[in-house]
């Protein structure tokens, strides 16, 4: 029954796949097929439920900010990160500079390019990039994940506009180490080759409280806290808010068409769906999780039965 009402989503998201398109400002990601679309769905009883192109890999972009400031709140601790960066919605676009110029010159929140650049810029000196990808893979339960080396080179031709953002930072004296490395471990996270599976283990790890399928902990509980609510209020750019009331689920996007939502203490869910809206997310995955959001009364202030 619930493999049914798995499917009915999918198809009901399919429709709206034709009103988006792909993400072109990275050249590479512009080679993706726009009518791609799958969701999974990882639950704590360890049942799995998938449906369409699961297990096709894309690049994770900007979900990857939530393995970064998960692991930057390990490492760097609370106090560090929300010195230098926010925790409020912005309201621009996710890669505007618009109000790094004004008076406060930190970056909005941790799932913003300048917030992420930053965060990134904690991270690097303290934990290779390889230890990341270690990382990721036991995160995500997932061995395939390996650098996107072709998307990592695309990236890095139109890395212009981050590049800005990190120096105007550095300028402001929020990045005080080396600017370029720490846009380059920023660029390699966001190149990291992800399915929707993989979306679903993330989303499942945060979902119990970061611990995973095996009964080890993997993050504490406060770091998963913090994490699953700067999702819901920050975590699909500039469209967050009307995400918030209409779905009311955890989630992150990525321009890569990756979904990461998270039904705290139930499931982790994941979605590929590489048509994007005007605000850079899964159009057809909006939709998908606007349907199983009612269907099952997921939103975190529904009224349960």
Known sequence: MFQDLINEALETGRPYIKEGEVATY????????????????FCRDGSRFSCGDTKDRFSIQ????????????????????????GMEPSGDAFNSLIKLEGSNSHPYNPMINSGAIVVASFIEPKVSFEEMLKLARCFCQDD???????????EMSTVARN???AYLLESKGVINGNVEEALDFYVKMC????????????????ANDGVDPSGKRLLNSDTVRVVKTIM???????????????????????????????????MGIGIYGPSLDAKGNSIAGRKILQFLSSQMKLHIFAKKD
């Open 26 to 41: 990275i050249p590479e990601l512009g080679r993706a097929d726009k009518n791609k679309l799958g969701i999974s769905i």
């Open 62 to 85: 900007s979900i990857s900010k939530v393995i970064s400031l998960a692991v930057a709140l390990e490492v760097c601790g609370f106090d560090m990160v929300f010195e230098n960066v």
């Open 144 to 154: 395939g994940i390996v650098l996107d080396e072709k998307v990592y080179g695309s």
């Open 163 to 165: 590049r800005a953002i």
């Open 191 to 206: 190149s990291l080759s992800v399915t929707a599976e993989s979306l679903a283990g993330l989303g499942l790890l945060l």
């Open 232 to 266: 819901l209020t920050c975590g699909m750019y500039d469209g967050s808010g009307e995400f918030a009331v209409r779905v009311g689920i955890p989630s992150k996007s990525g321009v890569g068409g990756g979904l990461l939502s998270v039904v705290d203490g139930k």
